[in-house]
């Protein structure tokens, strides 16, 4: 007979094992919340010196754990997996340094008499949590500098080296100013603190911002089997660290957004420096040139003789980034020769997916100074660059000029808001996509240059495509990219080595779109037509931006996009009728296709309402009050019952009195026609059987996603009089909120 699996986590599991046994069931014992179980773990421990009894204690703990569910082990298994985080490799130095800072000197000195690192974290959180929450600040900053999505960094122009240390920052005026750059609607809290130098890192401040996200929100089941809604905010996180010798900022947080107004408050009331005037930069390094040759030129540089710069050492990534390949050669060698000799002259590194490390050595001297100097440049990813560590102000400027001067450095430049303005359809139609990847090719279709969008921080480089699709039957559909010897140009080869012709490299690349910065700027430029602005993220693809006036009420406006999706168009559908409180609204869709309700709001596609004007106002006000003034008696279900088609597989379903129904797919546009149509006759009861007739099912309830079906049955569609008819329900009286309601701002 098989043996039945432990629910016991692998944390939990290690933490039993390993700590010592009271300050293991100290962490297990530990409830944050009321729907947390009581595990009734015994009270009598064990005497340490007695190894059976120890062993039997543990083994007790093991047993009395896996009578429960893995759901309710859960949150034992997430501080579990915390603990251990903080007392293993480096995990351990970040609590020990920000406990030498906080802790006093009874708490440290009890702290030090802990045996080994796992007692001293868990001693460590369950005796200074805040401390220990730091100390995990802390080290997961350092780890986010290996995940480009989570981690910037940002240089600042000053004038002279500013040394600070955490007393010298005003926390308080620190909070209050990010509070106003993020617009935040809650107090958000700053801590600064001391980082001692490492023999990897110079001596830093870091701080930590703790602060409310967007107001959200989650269905709740409730004990009478009733469903509600319970609004909250997450809580976020950034972490700053400021390198004075560098003159570096890095900052660690889930949005770019974020990262960007904390870097630029911290530069503004901590280092007096005027982002207005001088903003912040961040620099990204593209080594995909090196794909094609591995050979430097000589540029020039004013003040500055190169006479040579080579590449000594190239990795690059094979397949995945879990392999790698390192080519490093002497400083008199040719490591293009070389990789053409020994990897074959259509050598790997013009196939790899992607280089993770290159080293370039310069030689050079100062024009008027005959002593030849040499400057060793190490580009690791594409945001790391020793350079930024260089303590020479000349060398680190000659360094970025050569970066700069060969194609492979960026950086950072805000994009003005009027050409902003120029291109926002074209930024509409980017965001509205559904992949977050998008080709040269397709950006050139659109007309948008990849490089000032990388530069404007709305798109990150992701490499080249190897395979591409051919509409041609004697290539074989697929084909694969090459190199062709002509610079800009690849060739592509289809099936059994045949030639496919030339295509620009550049409509190869691939980019990868920064979603939360390019939803920011969409939503930037629609807020001037607002008269109240809020920012309630509803879902991914929802938000809530404020509301206009309209005669005389306040009318809710939303963006929306992916509304061509017939799966999105239903999930938004069933949260937007939940929302019916709000009254009718206007939902602007950055597609073009789609239905024209959503819940009980008109749909306004964005771009056919643009304002033709050179305020700024992108969209007009008078054209959305007149669609809403036009629209407003659909909203609320119109005069008769009817379904209105907006595409082949869209249509909206109107019923007086109640909020508009998306419906998506024929077979829910047919069922609900045939509904329709014998309402109208008098005659409302349809038996299952006529409904469902050549839909392919015996059931309407099959035409439905069990939550959309649950959230219609018995409000637009219910059973009839008799067993086996369904009908229409049109006599249920008006939804509640479905007038004109003022609209308060909630964030």
């Known amino acids: 007979m098989a043996r039945k699996a432990s629910p016991i986590g692998p944390h939990v599991h290690c933490l039993i ?34 190894e059976e009894a120890v062993n039997e204690f543990r083994q007790g703990l093991l047993q009395t754990l896996s009578e429960y569910d893995p759901d309710e082990l859960r949150p034992a298994e997430q501080r579990s997996r915390r603990v251990l985080a903080l007392a293993e490799g480096k995990g351990i130095d970040s609590l020990t340094a920000i406990t030498e800072q906080q802790l006093t000197d009874e708490q440290a000195l009890e702290f030090d008499r802990q045996p080994d690192p796992l ?7 369950l005796n200074a949590r805040q401390t220990f929450e730091d100390a995990e600040s802390f080290h997961f900053a350092r780890k986010f500098r290996d995940y480009g999505k989570l981690y910037d960094a940002f ?30 609607k809650t107090a958000c809290t700053v801590k600064a603190l001391d980082l001692p130098a490492t023999p990897a890192h110079p001596a830093s401040i870091m701080l930590i911002v703790r602060h409310g996200g967007p107001l959200s929100s989650v269905h709740d089941h409730r004990s009478d089997g009733r469903r509600g809604t319970i609004y909250y905010r997450p809580p976020n996180e950034a972490t700053l660290i400021y390198t004075p010798a560098i003159r570096q900022i890095e900052v660690c947080a889930d949005s770019s957004v974020v990262r960007q107004g904390v870097a630029g408050s911290f530069a503004e009331e901590a280092l007096g420096h005027d982002v207005s005037q001088k903003p912040l930069t961040w620099k990204r390094y593209n080594l995909s040139r090196f794909r094609s040759s591995l050979r430097l030129d000589l540029p020039r540089v004013s003040g500055y003789e190169i006479t040579a710069a080579r590449v000594l050492e190239a990795e690059i990534r094979l397949g995945s980034w879990s392999r790698k390949l390192l080519l490093k050669v002497a400083a008199d060698d040719d490591i293009e020769e070389v990789a053409d000799r020994y990897l074959k002259p259509n050598n790997i590194f013009r196939r790899a997916d992607g280089f993770s490390r290159v080293g370039i050595a310069v030689t050079y001297n100062r024009v008027g ?52 303005r120029g291109i926002f359809p074209q930024l509409v139609m980017l965001h509205d996509r559904t992949e977050d990847d998008v080709s040269g090719e397709h950006l050139r279709e659109l007309g948008l240059d990849p490089d000032r969008m990388i530069q404007g921080g709305l798109l990150d480089r992701r490499g080249r495509q190897d395979i591409v699709l051919i509409d041609d039957d004697d290539m074989g559909g697929e084909a694969a990219v090459k190199p062709s010897g002509i610079e800009g140009m690849s060739r592509i080869v289809g099936a059994f080595g045949k030639d496919g012709g030339l295509r620009p490299t550049s409509d190869l690349e691939m980019y990868e779109i920064n979603r939360e910065w390019l939803h920011e700027t969409v939503v930037g430029l629609l807020k001037p037509m607002l008269n109240k602005s809020a920012a309630q993220v509803l879902d991914p ?17 939303y963006f929306a996009r992916r509304l061509h999706d017939l799966k999105t168009i239903s999930r938004l559908d069933q949260l937007m009728r939940a929302r019916n409180a709000a009254g009718v609204g206007i939902v602007l869709s950055a597609s073009a296709e789609g239905p ?57 379903l109107h019923i007086p009195g109640k909020a ?24 409302p009861d349809v038996q299952v059987k006529q409904l469902m007739d050549g839909l392919g099912s015996r059931s309407p309830q099959q035409a439905f996603r069990k939550e959309t079906w649950d959230s219609i049955r018995d409000v637009y569609i219910g059973a009839g009089s008799k067993r086996g008819y369904w009908r229409l329900l049109v006599d249920a009286p008006p939804t509640e909120g479905v007038a004109e309601a003022r609209v308060e701002e909630t964030v």
């Not at 000029?401 to 902003?420: H, N, V």
């Open 17 to 50: 094992e390993d700590a010592r046994v009271d300050l293991a069931r100290a962490v297990l014992a530990v409830r944050e919340g009321e729907n947390e179980p009581d595990f009734g773990l015994p009270a009598e421990l064990p005497d340490p010196a007695d």
């Open 119 to 125: 007692c001293k974290s868990i001693w460590a959180f």
């Open 155 to 184: 240089e600042v122009e000053l004038e002279k080296a500013v040394n600070l240390n955490s007393g010298a920052i005003d926390e308080i005026a620190l909070a209050g100013k990010i509070m106003k750059v993020l617009q935040l």
């Open 369 to 420: 100074d005959d002593k030849v100097r040499t400057l060793n440049i190490t580009i690791s990813g594409s945001k790391s660059c020793n350079l930024q560590s260089n303590k020479d102000p000349d060398e680190r400027n000659l360094g970025f000029a050569l970066l700069d001067a060969w194609g492979i450095l960026s950086a950072f430049k805000q994009i003005e808001t009027t050409d902003l």
């Open 541 to 557: 693809d929802l938000s809530l931006l404020g509301s206009m006036r309209i005669d005389g009420a306040d009318v809710p406006i």
């Open 596 to 652: 024209a309700y959503l819940g009980p709001n008109l749909i306004v596609h964005v771009l056919s309402c643009l304002s033709p004007g050179a305020d700024d106002l992108l969209v007009s006000r008078d054209a959305l009050e007149l669609a809403y003034r036009t629209n407003r008696s659909l909203a609320r279900g119109g005069a008769t019952p009817q379904v209105l088609r907006s595409g082949t597989q869209s249509a909206t």
């Open 660 to 683: 508009p129904l998306a419906l998506t797919g024929a077979d829910q546009i047919t069922l609900f026609d045939r509904l329709v149509a014998a309402e109208k006759t008098g005659s």
